[in-house]
């Protein structure tokens, strides 16, 4: 609010009590202090004229209030789909490790995958399934990479794992140009990266040698995924030459396991695939 200067009060004062009805005009004015004559009629009608306003505004902002808090009520149970008997929906769901998946959502299906240079497939034998250990590889043959190791296989599924005290980070980039990884643990297509593993440089994080990422909750989008592991760094033990493991799961189902050796500071494609 802006300040008025005398001016300004001057016309204030008398034109609100022209709106109190005063009984003449020389009954209303201000003294050369800027303050109401003592006991001016004027005075004690624009005081009793602005309680009633007052009085009027609060019982409107009353009745404003709660006429908003019943409509905001009301479209915040529209907007989570509730009625009188409870949650309504169209499609039941299932419990992924805390995360509501809609049993109506279709798998994606893998297309075409390519491993990068150096990269060493790893054969899929299951003619004799081992018990699973969580080692970036899906042991037991249930298209589910490392399952009951703390981290989830949602409706896809990259996890990496190496046999040194090095840290290894995990890029997965989609077709929007959107990429996981440490540095953004989550997008907006429903990947998000949900175990990250340190070496030595965490050592009593659980399975530090070992980083998952996993789509919940929606489809992933059709289209090109790129998968890239970073030798971030050697930690206290000095990693040397790594060996990393990557698998890949679209809808339950392994599309690929490989293998490479990378070196400190390097960052290198292990494998890019297509789904739809």
């Not at 009745?63 to 019943?70: A, D, E, H, L, N």
């Not at 989008?221 to 890239?228: A, P, Q």
Request: net charge negative.
């Amino acid at each position: 609010m802006r300040n008025l200067d005398v001016g300004d009060r001057l016309a204030t004062f008398e034109r609100l009590c022209k709106i109190a009805q005063p009984r003449a005009e020389d009954e209303c004015h201000l003294d050369r202090t800027d303050e109401p004559v003592e006991r001016d009629p004027c005075f004690f009608q624009v005081f009793a004229h602005r309680k009633a306003l007052y009085a009027q505004l609060r019982y409107s902002a009353s009745q404003m209030t709660r006429t908003i808090g019943i409509l905001s009520l009301c479209v915040c149970m529209g907007c989570a789909g509730r009625d009188a008997e409870g949650p309504v929906g169209d499609a039941e769901t299932v419990t992924e490790g805390g995360e509501a998946i809609p049993e109506t959502v279709e798998p994606p299906v893998l297309v075409s995958i390519v491993p990068g240079a150096r990269v060493e497939p790893i054969p899929l034998d299951c003619d004799n399934p081992r018990e699973e250990t969580c080692n970036a590889l899906d042991d037991d043959c249930n298209g589910v990479i490392d399952d009951d190791c703390g981290y989830g296989p949602g409706l896809m599924q990259v996890t990496a794992g190496w046999d040194t005290g090095s840290d290894i980070d995990l890029y997965v980039t989609g077709p929007l140009g959107d990429t996981v990884s440490f540095q953004r643990p989550s997008t907006p297509d429903g990947a998000r990266l949900d175990h990250v593993g340190r070496g030595d440089c965490s050592p009593d994080l659980p399975n530090p040698r070992i980083e998952n990422i996993r789509w919940v909750g929606k489809r992933p989008l059709e289209g090109i995924y790129e998968v890239e592991v970073h030798y971030w760094g050697e930690c206290i033990s000095g990693g040397g030459p790594t060996d990393v493991t990557v698998s890949v799961a679209v809808g339950r189902r392994i599309a690929g396991q490989y293998r490479l050796t990378v070196l400190p500071g390097e960052r290198t494609r292990v494998v890019r695939f297509v789904i739809q």
